[in-house]
Antibody, heavy 121, light 107 residues
Framework: EGQLVESGGGLVKPGGSLRLSCVVS????????MSWVRQAPGRGLEWLGR??????????DYAAPVKGRFSFLRDDSKNTLYLQMNSLKNEDTAVYYC????????????WGRGTMVIVSS | DIQMTQSPSSLSASIGDRVTITCRAS??????LAWYQQKPGKTPRLLIY???SLQSGVPSRFSGSGSGTDFTLTISSLQPEDFATYYC?????????FGQGTKLDIK
């Protein structure tokens, strides 16, 4: 069964940058459409976007709150997904999850456990 | 963006109760809707996809219905392990969105 493990979270100042990683095991990342979802403390789930498999063009889609600041990257040879976050704001404070999109169902069956990002001066 | 609105935001119920949670889309999304369960400190769990398809391993007391703009998640007989927060998620548009969540707790 597939497993996702995020890392790279921590404390960063407003305006700073951070790169999160999501290591995939149990299935080849190369086949996967991967997404990032975040959850601010005590709040609901917020979809951030996706990166498609290279065979499907490797294109990216971003939600409005992060478009232009966040970038999704993938290194299929390392079975690793990345979330590059720039120009961070206080409101980006959240647990960040990576998830594999079950394309046929257009839903998320496999999730990581998340990594916490705190943006604060 | 398509907005998803869940009601109620919170709900108290007893073991054995039948519970219904509603999700409304700001425009028609056909049946491109999924439901998730999340317990405190845990990862979301997929319950229902395509509005009414039960995910493998999910108990049959969970069911989903609806199309267009109005959807429901029903738990036919609440069990202790069902107390959690539930989210709907639309996948009709390129940019997916979640509802704000419904917290289900013990009366």
């Amino acid at each position: 069964e597939g497993q996702l493990v995020e890392s790279g979270g921590g404390l960063v100042k407003p305006g700073g940058s951070l790169r999160l990683s999501c290591v995939v095991s149990g299935f080849p990342l190369s086949n996967g459409w991967m997404s990032w979802v975040r959850q601010a403390p005590g709040r609901g789930l917020e979809w951030l976007g996706r990166i498609k498999s290279k065979s499907d063009g490797g294109t990216t889609d971003y939600a409005a709150p992060v478009k232009g600041r966040f970038s999704f990257l993938r290194d299929d040879s390392k079975n690793t997904l990345y979330l590059q976050m720039n120009s961070l704001k206080n409101e980006d404070t959240a647990v960040y999850y990576c998830a594999e999109e079950w394309v046929a169902a257009k839903a998320y069956e496999i999730w990581g456990r998340g990594t916490m990002v705190i943006v604060s001066s | 963006d398509i907005q998803m609105t869940q009601s109620p935001s919170s709900l108290s119920a007893s073991i054995g109760d039948r519970v219904t949670i509603t999700c409304r889309a700001s425009q028609s999304i056909s049946t491109f809707l999924a439901w998730y369960q999340q317990k405190p400190g845990k990862t979301p769990r997929l319950l229902i996809y395509a509005s009414s398809s039960l995910q493998s391993g999910v108990p049959s007391r969970f069911s989903g219905s609806g199309s267009g703009t109005d959807f429901t998640l029903t738990i036919s007989s609440l069990q202790p392990e069902d107390f959690a927060t539930y989210y709907c998620q639309q996948s009709y548009s390129t940019l997916y969105t979640f509802g704000q969540g419904t917290k289900l707790d013990i009366k």
